[in-house]
């Protein structure tokens, strides 16, 4: 059976990416739609032709615990809202992909895992990245040593962020932060998979050019992490640069992706060779992947404890923002 997925936030991502991922998807398919906005419920029902019996609103969602067409919930919600739905879900009985940043910090994770594990639902969380080829082959490459032992990472990840300035994700209580939770939760990921270890502390430092629209959040941060096999790694995130790449050094080469963690197609090189791997559809594969472990019951390979180990670095990092000292994660 295909599983039946529903949406939950029908904004910039859910329409731009995962819906039309949803029309390529083999393993499972968009089977309804949970949003505030009835002219969304409309004009999506429309478009994708999904029944009404399979619209919902955030007041009436628990109801989806009796729609046997769902049977994932996926949560493309402002990040404060992550936690209410995804245990909200879990409660109505339906697995969860939830988009990252996992939750506002590390203890909203902590009960999103428990609330899906004591009813028994799997939780993803939308790392499409691990579903990627040219992230799959740095993986390996850093993972297996294929170069000797990585000692260097440097990597960034930003935009130059234009848009509206009462935007949620200018807002602290419904984004948690700014540019270091939208974008460099990428990074820190960069290098806890490049190494396939987990850093044990980190110190950071932040600047901001624009501190009139990032009012209530970071823009740009830079941060050290100290792995326990003693790589050096440093990182950034921003909301007012454009920045996107993987740098690693081994004992016996190099190897990079720019860009590194967008969905518009990854580029990558191998001791300054192209690496000439194809692109994919990554929500599509990712969301596949998914519809397979839950037929399963297997767990994701980014499960809710993989949201988690980043959310322990961002909660770090922010506490050495304010102590100007190394923090452990
Ligand atoms: P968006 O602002 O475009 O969409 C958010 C949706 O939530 C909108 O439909 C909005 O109507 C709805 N919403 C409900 N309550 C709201 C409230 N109180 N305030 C504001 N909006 C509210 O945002 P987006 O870019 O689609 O991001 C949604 C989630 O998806 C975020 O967690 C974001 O980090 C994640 N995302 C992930 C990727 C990725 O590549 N994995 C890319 C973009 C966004």
């Known amino acids: 059976k295909r599983m039946g997925i529903a949406l939950v936030g029908l904004g910039g991502y859910a329409g731009g990416q995962l819906a039309p991922a949803l029309q390529q998807t083999k393993n499972c398919y968009l089977a309804g739609l949970v949003t505030g906005t009835p002219s969304k419920a409309e004009a999506w029902g429309k478009k994708y032709n999904i029944p009404q019996k399979n619209i919902y609103n955030y007041q009436n969602f628990d109801e989806i615990a009796k729609n046997p067409d769902i049977d994932i919930v996926y949560i493309v919600l402002p990040v404060s809202m992550h936690k209410e739905f995804t245990i909200r879900a879990a409660q109505a009985g339906k697995h969860v992909i939830c988009e990252k940043p996992m939750a506002l910090n590390a203890a909203e994770c902590r009960e999103m895992i428990a609330a899906c594990k004591k009813a028994n639902r799997l939780l993803s969380i939308g790392y499409r990245l691990h579903f990627e080829p040219h992230t799959l082959e740095v993986m390996r ?189």
């Open 141 to 329: 490459l850093g993972q297996k040593k294929v170069l000797g032992k990585v000692t260097e990472i440097d990597n960034g990840n930003g935009f130059t962020y234009r848009g509206d300035p009462n935007a949620w994700r200018l807002k602290k209580a419904l984004a948690g932060g700014g540019g270091l939770m939208d974008m460099g939760i990428y990074a820190i990921q960069g290098a806890r998979y490049t190494l396939g270890e987990e850093p044990i502390a980190v110190k950071a430092t932040q600047e901001k050019t624009r501190p009139d629209f990032f009012k209530e959040v970071d823009e740009t941060i830079y941060w050290e992490l100290k792995f326990p096999g003693g790589a050096k790694s440093t990182g950034k995130s921003s909301y007012n640069n454009d920045w996107g790449y993987l740098h690693a050094k081994a004992e016996h080469g190099t190897f990079e992706l720019e860009p590194a963690y967008g969905y518009g197609g990854l580029d990558g090189k191998v001791n300054d060779k192209p690496m000439n791997i194809l692109n994919i559809n990554q929500q599509a594969a990712q969301m596949d992947d998914f519809a397979t472990c839950v037929r399963l019951k297997k767990q994701s390979r980014v499960p809710g404890e993989e949201g988690l180990k980043d959310m322990k670095v961002v909660d770090a990092i922010y506490r050495s923002l304010d102590s100007g000292k190394w923090e452990n994660v």
